[in-house]
Every structure is written in structure tokens, then in C-alpha cells.
């Protein structure tokens, strides 16, 4: 032992070793052996070898480090090809500029979606357990389309867990804000005053498990005891601020007398998962209705399971498909009286759909919003289309001015250079510009993300410091400089000297065709995005004015007041009488999005035995409902308080007559389990989106007190509201004032189109932009050399038009090829992407006809102004040299 | 283009190499540089002045013998060149030509 403590290390030796001058070697190492020696006499060893260590690093000087041993011809070479590539980037400032700048753009704007694309894939893939977690959903054929939901029984998960060994656990939420799930007002037990909260959802305990979803007070057994929640962190720190909130009670929609236990605080979700809630609340010992546990009629919930290891998800998906069914679905099915249910039930299906698939598949419903594979195709290629553009930029304006160059080939051919060396030497160039470019965009990228993030809605943010990422990018550069450089180092590599010497090269005409087709290429690229941003725009247009059945304007929604209670009467009856309102109606239900639903099936009485059912809403409104939305009552009447059996009648919309096959649909009874009589037929107004057909509805009577909507006087609105505010003030202290306008809640349904709507804007600006930076170069580099060809016409009498004629006419032929190319491709596309709206616009020629023309004279601006140029020179400029 | 004049620290090096004459090495500079003015100071960097006041030509150096302690390596004994003994007369020349010419102390040396 002490005979090893008391030698040199040996690493610092080695290291020593390897950069010090092999002739100083013997000497130094002696007199750090001296110093070693020296040192352990009166230090510690360790103190000894920590000073030679440092003895060591201070050699790190210039006049003892060896020299490269690098073969130096080669190293050379590169500096020169370094060297030539600088000053010939140099030497040509715009093309440079147009060139690095086009591709850093392109590059830009090819981060930016790669990082959204990437987001969007990523969701749920961190569960440790993702490929074994799934949501089950269900599949059934209706009037031949096929229909998925993932609603399901109560009962359904526990008997996963009981019947099927493959099991591992099994849990589900209840999301439906029928029955509170989503908004509530909020407080802690000891203070008066509610807060309205977002993100509410039922749960079973065992989900914070199943979902993996990390801790930050309390376990994953937290909401196994009845009447617990969880909170977020950031709610937690909201209403808890600095503390521990375990144990603490709070108050939901101020019902003192059923408090909650806070039993824990999850992590917030992070955002790319679908899972996106604030507050679980347990449905340990919990129904919503008496015997809803263990009963088959309704689907209201969302169940998730996870499989043992091992376990074929698609036997599995047979498996419970026919012993669910069986079991406890056709027996429902016969105790409900349903005629044919072996035939109807032929046609359903459970499936398993993996939870990380779950943010990516828009077609089973789930009330959630999706990302959909389409946009992010659409996107990929978008960004793949923008680097090619930018690609093809890149080489158009290389071999254009490798004319330039010819001679420098020659030369370098002549003194002995072979193919080898200049192809090395042009794809270093093309690496130099790739580089730089490469720096540019990622400088572009950082300083375009606040507004792309705004754009999509997202909080992305570039991954400096991932190495994943940072590897990818370091291919990139060179994967594109590779690309990039590869035609035009071949091209100009394969010049023979003595036709260069001779001259005997055309300038420049060389892949002529080459570029033209790259041309093509670009403007066919533009103008589909251009087509698709104006076929967007009128869609939106569209869906924004199109005649939606009911009267969006100058409706306020007043939210949370249920909390009013039995106030409710007569705050409603204060509101009616102040002068600024027109009419007030309390009810859930509204036609936007956001408001609550409910699904029910519906038969005609008469006929109920033989027929299936249709699918439809069950609203609960009251007497005023259809006055303040502005409906039109196409037969039959309102709602009449002073007639008592109008509590069993119905208003039902236009859809729900004609599938019932209701003819003269007043006085007819309908049912749902209770029966209602047809008061009168409202025309059909939009409460979906405009992707899906309106869907048959029903209005009843009766108390949904959580929302008001208000029909203002025009003139009036802002002291309508103040007067509003006061009144809710008055009537309810403790908790402040919340409203919307019908209006936007209704355009807030289509910001998802909005936004594509901006998106392709911006990226049609984009690739119009790097197109017409290409052809600016390209015309700019043609008519330089065509200098002295114009310079003798003009000599010879040619007048500016015909110049610029000629100048012009090339490149207009091929946007007008582009025109050809593109207007299939752009009907084709934009055709499919209108067929996800039920009510949409046709597409017309105008659309085409713009998109050319703006192509068209995009083109003539960027190559005309330059023609014009050049046919107003001096003939004498360009000739004087000869 | 080597620099022909003398910093102040290669004066002080210098000086040590005169001081030491044959026992006038790396480490024992080093070390005595250390002793005699309680600043530290690396091998490496006593090295690279060496180098430099050789490339200067007011050193000069030759392999001395090998002894047990370096482990059977030799070590690189430094002399002092004519130019370099010049050199130094030269640069205490100018400061005594400089002290005498400051009146307040012209005489008495020991600065307090």
C-alpha cells in the first residue's frame, strides 16, 4: 500500500505523455519527479500527487505541446477550399445573401414544425407502462357509418377487473358535465367567497395509478377513501399557497353541507398528455343516481385498462367483446324491450386503443380535442416542401453561376487538379453555406417561436440542450450540405478544360431545363398552398355567416348560477325588468360549444315496438328559451308556464321530425322511457360544429340552473352589463360576476379552423416568398448574361417592350406550367379537406383563377422589374468594353 | 520575430540561473525562485521562460548527468550566454542610473 502511494500518478504521467514534445520528455519528467519526491517529504501523499497533477496541466504551454502530425497537404487543401469558398460568398453579396438567407428561412420555418410534429407524437409515450395501457372504446355500425365512443357503463370497469384474469386494473372517469364534471366554483371550507375553476372530473382511485401519475403530496392511493380530491400542483398552490393542503376541506359549488377532503397533490400534467384535469374527485362509494353501480342503461364513462405483460391486446379485444355483450349488454338490451337486439348487437365491437394513440385518433369521440395525423401529414410536408424549395434555391443559383466558375475549373484541371479534388472543393463550399445557413435558422427559429407558438397554440421551446436534437441537427447540416452541393459539384467538376479555355462553354445553359423544371416545381408548391389558404378563408367565411338557426348576437351567457339556488326566480325576474334587457332564459343547454349535453334515444310512441330508436338530444330549458335565442318556430307554439301539461310536452327541432318519420309531428307523443307530446317544431340550428349535420333535438321544461343566457337591447350594452353586474352583486357577494357573449363563444367552436386558416396563410407567404427570392436571383443572373445581347438590340432599335418581352416571356411560360401542374393537385387536396365539413362550400373555378393570377404576378413583379431594368439601360454601359 | 528584450520576471530567472550555475535546472529554479520570494510558481511555467530566454540567446543549455531521485533521468542544466550577462549588467545599469536620479532617495537604497 504505502509503496504505491508513494510513485507519480501514473494517468497524469500518461497524459503528460501524450501532448508534451517527445525531446522534452526525459527532462521534464525528471524534474517532476524531483518536485514529486520533494513534496511527500513534508506534504501528504495525496497533497503530493494533487501537486503533480498540477505540475502536469502547467505544461500545457505552447512551447512544449507537440505539433499536429496531420498529413499536411490535406489540411491545407481544405484551408484553401475554405479560403475560395468565403471569397466567392463574398464576392457575390446577393446571391449570397439570397442563398443562405432563402435556406436559412427554409430551415427555420422546417424546425419550427419538426418540434410542433415532434410534440404532437410525444403524447403519453412517458408512461412507463404505455403499451400496456389502453382505453376501451366502442364500435357499432349506425344506418351504415360506423360510429366509435369511448362512453361506457358504470359497472363496466369493475367487471373487466373480476372477469377477465388478462386484467391488471381497470378504472374510469366520468367527464360528462351533466353531471359536473368540468367547471365548478371552488373554495375552501373556512372562506365565503367561490372561485370558478376549470378541469373537474370524476375518478375511480386507482387511476393516479394506472396513469403513472407522479405525487407531490400523498400517494397513489389517495382518492381510495370516499368524498376525497386531488388537486394539481398549480391549484393546489392557488388555494393553498405554501402549504401542505392534506386534510384540508373545501366546498364545491357552494354545497356546505357534502365538503371534500383534499387527500393529495398530483404533479401538473404535463402538456402532452390527453389526461389534461386539475381536479380529480374520487368515485370511491359514490353514485350519482341510486343503483347506478350495477347498472347496464347508461354510458357515461371512460374506462382505461391495463394489461398484464404478455397479454395480445387483439384476443383480448374478442374476448371481451363477446362475453361484455353477452352478459350484460343484450340482457339490458332485452329488459329495455329493444326489437332485434342479436341483430343490432351483431354489428358492435369493443376495442383497445393504446393510450399514447389516444391524442392522435380525431374519430372516436371522447369530447377531448385531437391533433389529427392529417394536419400533421399536411404540416410534414409542408415543412419538407418549404427545404426543398429553399434546396432547390440553392442549387438553381449554383449552377447558374457555375458559368462563373468554368474557368477556375479549367485552371484548376490544367495544374493538375483531378475530379476528386474539385467535387471535395464545391460540396465544401455548399457544407460552408449549409453551416451558415443552418446558424441563421436556428438564430430565425429562436426568434420566430413566441408567434409560432401563439400560431398553434402550443409552448414549444428549441432543445439546446439535448444531445438527441443536437446530433440530428449536426446531420442535418451536413446531410443538406451534401444534398445541396452534390448536382452542382458534379456539374462543374465535369467541365473539360480545353472547352473552357477556348470558351467554347455557352454561359450558363447548360441544365437549363433543370432549372426550369425547379422553377415549375417551386410555383406548383406555391400556388396549392395559395389555393388551399383561399379555399380555407371561404370555408371559414362560410361557416362564420352561414344561417345558423338561432340569433348569436347580443346574447350574454351568465355562468355559475346555480349557486343562486332557489334565488334563482327572481333574480331572473329583476333582470327581465331592467330596461337594457330584452329577455332572459336560464338554462345548460346552449348551442355552443362547452355547454352541457345529453344524449338520449328516441322513439315515436306509436310505433316504438318495431323501430330501433334514433340518437338525440334532451335539452332542459325553460319558457323563455326559444324567444331570447332568437328561434323559429316553424309549427305548433312556445312553452306556455300558465298550461300545466306542457311539463310533459316537448319543442322539437326539424331533424328529430324527419327521422322519426313524423309527418305532422304537433300533438304526436314521443319517448325517451318518459313520454313527452310534441308542443312544436323548431327550424334546425347548428349546436355542433359545422364538420357534423345537426342532430335531432328535443326541448323540455324544467330546472337547469347553472347558466342564464341574456338577449340585450341593442343600443345598451355596456350599461346593460353594469346593470347586470350590480343585480348579481346583490344577489350573490361572495362570488364575482362571470359572463361571455354568445358570439364568441360560438367563433371560439372554429378556432381550430381559424387556426389552420393562419397557419397556411403564413406558410403559403413562406414558400411564395423563398420562390420568388429564387427567381429574383435566377432572372437577375440570366440577365447579366444576356448584358451584351440586349445591349446590341437595343443599338439595333429594339424598343423597351420588346425587351422586356423577351426577358419576361421564359419565365411566365413556365408559372403557367406550374399553373397546369398545380390546379389538379390543389383541387384534389383541397376537396378532401372540405369533405370533413357537413356544410361546406363548393369549390369554384374563381378560387384557381385567383391563385394563378397572384402567381402570375408575383412572377411578372419579381422578373419584370428587372427586364424593365434591363431594356432601359444605356446600350453604351454594356458595350464600351468590347 | 524574437523579442531581444528582458521582462522583469526573466530578469528574476535569469538571475537564478547566474545564482545556481551548475546545479541550474528547471526544478531547482523553480524551487528556489519559491524559497527566496514565497510567490509559487509551476515547473512548467520556469520551463517556458527558460525556453524563451534560450530562444532570446541569453541562455544556453546542454543534457547535465542522470541522479536516483528524477528516476535515471538526466536533466537540462541552463548557462548563462555572454549576451545574456550583458543583457543584465545592461538592465541594472539603467536602474541604478534611474535610482540616482530620484532625489528623495538618492543615497539609501532600503526602502522602508
Given at each position: 500500500m504505502k509503496q504505491r502511494n508513494?510513485?507519480?500518478?501514473?494517468?497524469?504521467q500518461k497524459?503528460?505523455?501524450r501532448?508534451?514534445?517527445?525531446?522534452?520528455a526525459?527532462?521534464?519528467?525528471?524534474?517532476?519527479?524531483e518536485?514529486?519526491?520533494?513534496?511527500l517529504?513534508?506534504k501528504h501523499?495525496?497533497?503530493?500527487?494533487?501537486n503533480?497533477?498540477f505540475?502536469?496541466?502547467?505544461?500545457a504551454?505552447?512551447f512544449?505541446?507537440?505539433?499536429?502530425?496531420?498529413?499536411?497537404?490535406?489540411y491545407d487543401?481544405?484551408?484553401?477550399?475554405?479560403?475560395?469558398g468565403w471569397?466567392?460568398?463574398?464576392?457575390?453579396k446577393?446571391?449570397s445573401?439570397?442563398?443562405?438567407g432563402?435556406?436559412?428561412?427554409?430551415?427555420?420555418v422546417c424546425?419550427l414544425?419538426?418540434?410542433?410534429i415532434?410534440?404532437e407524437l410525444?403524447?403519453?409515450?412517458n408512461?412507463?407502462n404505455?403499451q400496456r395501457?389502453f382505453?376501451?372504446?366502442a364500435?357499432f355500425?349506425d344506418?351504415?357509418?360506423v360510429?366509435r365512443?369511448t362512453?361506457w357503463?358504470?359497472?363496466?370497469?369493475?367487471t373487466?377487473?373480476?372477469d377477465?384474469?388478462e386484467?391488471?386494473?381497470a378504472?374510469?372517469?366520468?367527464?360528462v358535465p351533466?353531471?359536473?364534471?368540468?367547471?365548478?366554483e371552488f373554495?375552501?371550507?373556512?372562506?365565503?367567497?367561490?372561485?370558478?375553476?376549470?378541469?373537474?372530473?370524476?375518478?375511480?382511485a386507482?387511476?393516479l395509478?394506472l396513469?403513472?401519475?407522479p405525487?407531490?403530496?400523498?400517494s397513489t392511493?389517495a382518492?381510495n377513501?370516499?368524498?376525497?380530491i386531488?388537486?394539481s400542483?398549480?391549484?393546489?398552490?392557488?388555494?393553498?399557497?405554501?402549504?401542505?393542503?392534506?386534510g384540508?376541506l373545501?366546498?364545491?359549488?357552494?354545497d356546505?353541507?357534502?365538503p371534500?377532503?383534499?387527500a393529495g397533490?398530483?404533479?401538473?400534467?404535463?402538456?402532452?398528455?390527453?389526461?389534461?384535469?386539475?381536479?380529480?374527485?374520487t368515485?370511491?362509494?359514490?353514485?350519482?343516481?341510486p343503483g347506478?353501480g350495477?347498472?347496464?342503461?347508461?354510458?357515461?364513462?371512460?374506462?382505461?385498462v391495463?394489461?398484464?405483460p404478455?397479454t395480445?391486446?387483439?384476443a383480448f379485444?374478442?374476448?371481451?367483446?363477446?362475453?361484455t355483450i353477452q352478459?350484460y349488454i343484450?340482457?339490458?338490451?332485452?329488459?329495455?324491450g329493444?326489437p332485434?337486439?342479436e341483430e343490432?348487437?351483431?354489428?358492435a365491437?369493443?376495442?383497445?386503443?393504446?393510450i399514447?394513440?389516444i391524442?392522435?385518433d380525431s374519430?372516436?369521440?371522447?369530447?377531448?380535442s385531437?391533433?389529427?395525423r392529417?394536419?400533421?401529414?399536411i404540416f410534414g410536408?409542408i415543412?419538407?416542401?418549404v427545404?426543398?424549395i429553399a434546396?432547390?434555391?440553392?442549387?438553381?443559383?449554383?449552377?447558374a453561376?457555375?458559368?462563373n466558375?468554368?474557368?477556375?475549373v479549367?485552371?484548376r484541371?490544367?495544374?493538375?487538379s483531378?475530379?476528386?479534388?474539385?467535387?471535395?472543393?464545391?460540396l465544401?463550399e455548399?457544407m460552408i453555406?449549409?453551416?451558415?445557413a443552418?446558424l441563421?435558422g436556428?438564430?430565425?427559429?429562436?426568434?420566430?417561436?413566441p408567434s409560432?407558438?401563439t400560431?398553434?397554440?402550443?409552448s414549444l421551446?428549441?432543445?439546446?440542450?439535448d444531445?438527441h436534437?443536437?446530433?440530428?441537427?449536426?446531420?442535418?447540416?451536413?446531410?443538406?450540405g451534401?444534398?445541396?452541393?452534390l448536382?452542382p459539384?458534379?456539374?462543374?467538376s465535369?467541365?473539360?478544360?480545353?472547352e473552357?479555355m477556348k470558351?467554347?462553354l455557352s454561359k450558363?445553359?447548360?441544365g437549363?431545363?433543370?432549372r426550369g423544371a425547379?422553377?415549375?416545381?417551386?410555383?406548383?408548391?406555391?400556388i396549392v398552398?395559395?389555393?388551399g389558404?383561399?379555399?380555407?378563408?371561404?370555408?371559414?367565411?362560410?361557416?362564420?355567416?352561414?344561417k345558423?338557426?338561432?340569433?348569436?348576437d347580443q346574447?350574454?351567457?351568465?355562468q355559475?348560477?346555480?349557486?343562486l339556488?332557489?334565488?334563482?326566480?327572481?333574480?331572473?325576474?329583476?333582470?327581465?325588468?331592467?330596461?337594457?334587457?330584452?329577455s332572459?332564459?336560464?338554462?345548460?343547454y346552449?348551442?355552443v360549444?362547452?355547454t352541457?349535453r345529453?344524449?338520449n334515444t328516441?322513439?315515436?310512441?306509436?310505433?316504438?315496438k318495431e323501430?330501433?330508436?334514433i340518437?338525440?338530444?334532451?335539452w332542459?330549458?325553460?319558457?323563455?328559451?326559444?324567444?331570447?335565442m332568437?328561434?323559429?318556430l316553424?309549427a305548433?307554439?312556445n312553452?306556455?308556464?300558465?298550461?300545466?301539461?306542457?311539463s310533459?310536452?316537448?319543442?322539437?327541432?326539424q331533424?328529430?321530425a324527419?327521422q322519426l318519420?313524423?309527418?305532422?309531428p304537433v300533438?304526436?307523443v314521443?319517448?325517451?322511457g318518459r313520454e313527452?307530446?310534441?308542443l312544436?317544431?323548431v327550424?334546425?340550428?347548428?349546436?355542433?360544429?359545422?364538420?357534423q349535420n345537426v342532430?335531432?333535438?328535443?326541448?323540455?321544461?324544467?330546472k337547469?340552473a347553472?347558466?342564464?343566457a341574456?338577449?340585450?337591447?341593442?343600443p345598451h350594452?355596456?350599461q346593460?352589463?353594469?346593470?347586470?353586474?350590480g343585480?348579481?352583486?346583490?344577489?350573490s357577494?361572495?362570488?364575482?360576476?362571470r359572463y361571455?357573449?354568445?358570439?364568441e363563444?360560438?367563433?371560439a367552436?372554429?378556432?381550430?379552423?381559424?387556426?389552420?386558416?393562419?397557419i397556411f396563410?403564413a406558410?403559403?407567404l413562406?414558400?411564395?416568398?423563398?420562390?420568388?427570392?429564387?427567381?429574383?436571383?435566377?432572372?437577375?443572373?440570366m440577365i447579366?448574361?444576356?448584358?451584351?445581347?440586349?445591349?446590341i438590340r437595343l443599338?439595333?432599335g429594339?424598343s423597351?417592350t420588346?425587351?422586356?418581352?423577351?426577358?419576361?416571356?421564359?419565365f411566365?411560360?413556365?408559372?403557367?406550367?406550374?399553373?397546369?401542374?398545380a390546379?389538379?393537385i390543389a383541387?384534389?387536396?383541397m376537396?378532401?379537406w372540405l369533405q370533413d365539413?357537413?356544410?361546406?362550400v363548393?369549390?369554384?373555378a374563381?378560387?384557381?383563377v385567383?391563385a394563378?393570377?397572384s402567381?402570375?404576378?408575383?412572377?411578372l413583379?419579381?422578373?419584370?422589374?428587372q427586364?424593365?431594368r434591363?431594356g432601359?439601360?444605356?446600350?453604351v454601359?454594356?458595350?464600351?468594353?468590347e | 520575430m524574437i523579442e531581444?528584450r528582458?521582462?522583469?520576471f526573466?530578469e528574476?530567472?535569469?538571475l537564478f540561473?547566474?545564482i545556481l550555475?551548475?546545479?541550474?535546472y528547471?526544478?531547482?529554479?523553480?524551487?528556489e525562485?519559491?524559497?527566496?520570494?514565497?510567490r509559487?510558481?509551476s515547473?512548467g511555467a520556469?520551463h517556458?521562460?527558460?525556453?524563451?530566454?534560450?530562444k532570446?540567446?541569453?541562455?544556453?543549455s546542454?543534457?547535465?548527468?542522470?541522479?536516483?531521485?528524477?528516476?535515471g533521468?538526466?536533466?537540462r542544466?541552463f548557462?548563462i550566454t555572454?549576451?545574456g550577462?550583458?543583457?543584465?549588467?545592461?538592465?541594472r545599469?539603467?536602474?541604478?542610473s534611474?535610482w540616482n536620479?530620484?532625489?528623495?532617495?538618492s543615497?539609501k537604497?532600503?526602502i522602508a
Amino acid at each position: 500500500m504505502k509503496q504505491r502511494n508513494t510513485t507519480p500518478p501514473r494517468i497524469a504521467q500518461k497524459l503528460l505523455l501524450r501532448f508534451l514534445r517527445a525531446d522534452l520528455a526525459e527532462e521534464v519528467l525528471g524534474d517532476l519527479d524531483e518536485k514529486f519526491y520533494q513534496s511527500l517529504k513534508e506534504k501528504h501523499p495525496f497533497r503530493a500527487k494533487a501537486n503533480y497533477w498540477f505540475q502536469v496541466l502547467n505544461y500545457a504551454r505552447p512551447f512544449a505541446i507537440r505539433r499536429s502530425t496531420r498529413n499536411l497537404t490535406h489540411y491545407d487543401m481544405y484551408q484553401t477550399y475554405f479560403k475560395i469558398g468565403w471569397r466567392n460568398l463574398l464576392r457575390q453579396k446577393m446571391y449570397s445573401i439570397i442563398k443562405i438567407g432563402g435556406f436559412a428561412f427554409g430551415i427555420a420555418v422546417c424546425l419550427l414544425i419538426s418540434l410542433y410534429i415532434k410534440d404532437e407524437l410525444s403524447y403519453d409515450q412517458n408512461l412507463i407502462n404505455h403499451q400496456r395501457v389502453f382505453r376501451i372504446y366502442a364500435e357499432f355500425e349506425d344506418n351504415g357509418t360506423v360510429q366509435r365512443d369511448t362512453w361506457w357503463h358504470a359497472p363496466f370497469a369493475s367487471t373487466l377487473k373480476i372477469d377477465y384474469p388478462e386484467v391488471e386494473d381497470a378504472a374510469r372517469i366520468n367527464a360528462v358535465p351533466l353531471f359536473g364534471a368540468g367547471s365548478k366554483e371552488f373554495r375552501r371550507a373556512e372562506i365565503p367567497d367561490n372561485s370558478y375553476d376549470d378541469g373537474f372530473v370524476y375518478a375511480d382511485a386507482s387511476i393516479l395509478k394506472l396513469l403513472e401519475i407522479p405525487m407531490v403530496y400523498g400517494s397513489t392511493e389517495a382518492l381510495n377513501a370516499p368524498k376525497t380530491i386531488v388537486l394539481s400542483r398549480r391549484k393546489a398552490e392557488k388555494y393553498f399557497p405554501h402549504e401542505n393542503p392534506i386534510g384540508k376541506l373545501v366546498v364545491l359549488n357552494n354545497d356546505d353541507k357534502n365538503p371534500f377532503t383534499v387527500a393529495g397533490v398530483m404533479e401538473d400534467r404535463p402538456s402532452n398528455s390527453h389526461f389534461q384535469y386539475d381536479f380529480l374527485i374520487t368515485l370511491k362509494n359514490f353514485e350519482f343516481w341510486p343503483g347506478e353501480g350495477t347498472s347496464w342503461c347508461c354510458t357515461n364513462y371512460q374506462t382505461y385498462v391495463l394489461l398484464k405483460p404478455d397479454t395480445d391486446p387483439r384476443a383480448f379485444q374478442e374476448k371481451v367483446t363477446r362475453g361484455t355483450i353477452q352478459k350484460y349488454i343484450l340482457p339490458q338490451l332485452i329488459k329495455d324491450g329493444v326489437p332485434n337486439p342479436e341483430e343490432l348487437l351483431k354489428k358492435a365491437q369493443l376495442g383497445l386503443q393504446p393510450i399514447a394513440d389516444i391524442h392522435l385518433d380525431s374519430h372516436i369521440k371522447d369530447g377531448l380535442s385531437h391533433a389529427d395525423r392529417k394536419t400533421i401529414l399536411i404540416f410534414g410536408g409542408i415543412a419538407l416542401f418549404v427545404l426543398v424549395i429553399a434546396c432547390i434555391n440553392f442549387i438553381n443559383l449554383s449552377t447558374a453561376k457555375s458559368a462563373n466558375r468554368a474557368r477556375e475549373v479549367g485552371i484548376r484541371k490544367v495544374v493538375g487538379s483531378v475530379r476528386q479534388d474539385l467535387i471535395q472543393q464545391f460540396l465544401t463550399e455548399s457544407m460552408i453555406v449549409s453551416l451558415l445557413a443552418f446558424l441563421l435558422g436556428l438564430l430565425l427559429a429562436a426568434l420566430l417561436m413566441p408567434s409560432f407558438n401563439t400560431l398553434v397554440a402550443k409552448s414549444l421551446s428549441i432543445p439546446y440542450f439535448d444531445w438527441h436534437a443536437l446530433a440530428i441537427f449536426v446531420l442535418a447540416i451536413f446531410g443538406v450540405g451534401l444534398v445541396a452541393g452534390l448536382y452542382p459539384s458534379f456539374f462543374l467538376s465535369h467541365f473539360k478544360p480545353i472547352e473552357v479555355m477556348k470558351g467554347s462553354l455557352s454561359k450558363g445553359s447548360k441544365g437549363s431545363n433543370l432549372r426550369g423544371a425547379l422553377v415549375v416545381f417551386q410555383f406548383t408548391i406555391s400556388i396549392v398552398l395559395i389555393v388551399g389558404t383561399l379555399v380555407i378563408s371561404q370555408q371559414m367565411n362560410f361557416v362564420l355567416n352561414q344561417k345558423i338557426g338561432f340569433v348569436k348576437d347580443q346574447v350574454l351567457i351568465l355562468q355559475g348560477t346555480g349557486t343562486l339556488d332557489k334565488q334563482i326566480e327572481s333574480f331572473k325576474n329583476e333582470l327581465k325588468d331592467l330596461p337594457s334587457v330584452q329577455s332572459v332564459t336560464v338554462s345548460d343547454y346552449l348551442p355552443v360549444k362547452g355547454t352541457k349535453r345529453n344524449g338520449n334515444t328516441f322513439r315515436n310512441k306509436d310505433t316504438q315496438k318495431e323501430e330501433r330508436g334514433i340518437f338525440g338530444q334532451n335539452w332542459v330549458v325553460d319558457v323563455d328559451y326559444v324567444k331570447t335565442m332568437g328561434m323559429q318556430l316553424v309549427a305548433g307554439r312556445n312553452f306556455d308556464e300558465r298550461i300545466a301539461s306542457d311539463s310533459a310536452g316537448a319543442i322539437i327541432n326539424q331533424a328529430m321530425a324527419r327521422q322519426l318519420n313524423l309527418s305532422d309531428p304537433v300533438g304526436k307523443v314521443i319517448t325517451n322511457g318518459r313520454e313527452y307530446t310534441v308542443l312544436g317544431v323548431v327550424e334546425d340550428f347548428h349546436f355542433e360544429t359545422m364538420r357534423q349535420n345537426v342532430e335531432p333535438l328535443m326541448m323540455r321544461l324544467g330546472k337547469s340552473a347553472s347558466m342564464m343566457a341574456i338577449k340585450l337591447q341593442s343600443p345598451h350594452m355596456t350599461q346593460a352589463i353594469d346593470e347586470i353586474t350590480g343585480k348579481w352583486n346583490k344577489f350573490s357577494p361572495h362570488q364575482p360576476i362571470r359572463y361571455s357573449f354568445l358570439d364568441e363563444s360560438y367563433a371560439a367552436m372554429y378556432d381550430d379552423v381559424h387556426r389552420t386558416r393562419q397557419i397556411f396563410t403564413a406558410f403559403s407567404l413562406v414558400a411564395i416568398a423563398i420562390a420568388c427570392l429564387g427567381l429574383f436571383a435566377l432572372s437577375a443572373f440570366m440577365i447579366e448574361q444576356r448584358t451584351k445581347e440586349i445591349g446590341i438590340r437595343l443599338v439595333l432599335g429594339a424598343s423597351v417592350t420588346s425587351v422586356f418581352r423577351l426577358l419576361t416571356f421564359n419565365f411566365l411560360l413556365l408559372v403557367f406550367i406550374s399553373i397546369i401542374v398545380a390546379t389538379p393537385i390543389a383541387w384534389y387536396l383541397m376537396s378532401r379537406w372540405l369533405q370533413d365539413f357537413a356544410y361546406r362550400v363548393e369549390l369554384s373555378a374563381g378560387v384557381f383563377v385567383l391563385a394563378g393570377l397572384s402567381a402570375v404576378a408575383v412572377a411578372l413583379g419579381t422578373v419584370g422589374y428587372q427586364s424593365w431594368r434591363a431594356g432601359l439601360m444605356r446600350p453604351v454601359e454594356s458595350l464600351r468594353s468590347e | 520575430m524574437i523579442e531581444t528584450r528582458l521582462g522583469e520576471f526573466e530578469e528574476v530567472i535569469l538571475l537564478f540561473v547566474g545564482i545556481l550555475g551548475e546545479g541550474a535546472y528547471a526544478f531547482k529554479i523553480a524551487e528556489e525562485f519559491e524559497r527566496q520570494t514565497g510567490r509559487a510558481i509551476s515547473i512548467g511555467a520556469t520551463h517556458s521562460t527558460l525556453d524563451r530566454l534560450e530562444k532570446k540567446g541569453f541562455l544556453k543549455s546542454a543534457m547535465g548527468e542522470a541522479t536516483a531521485e528524477r528516476g535515471g533521468r538526466r536533466k537540462r542544466i541552463f548557462t548563462i550566454t555572454a549576451l545574456g550577462k550583458r543583457v543584465l549588467k545592461e538592465s541594472r545599469d539603467f536602474r541604478m542610473s534611474l535610482w540616482n536620479q530620484y532625489p528623495a532617495l538618492s543615497g539609501k537604497i532600503n526602502i522602508a
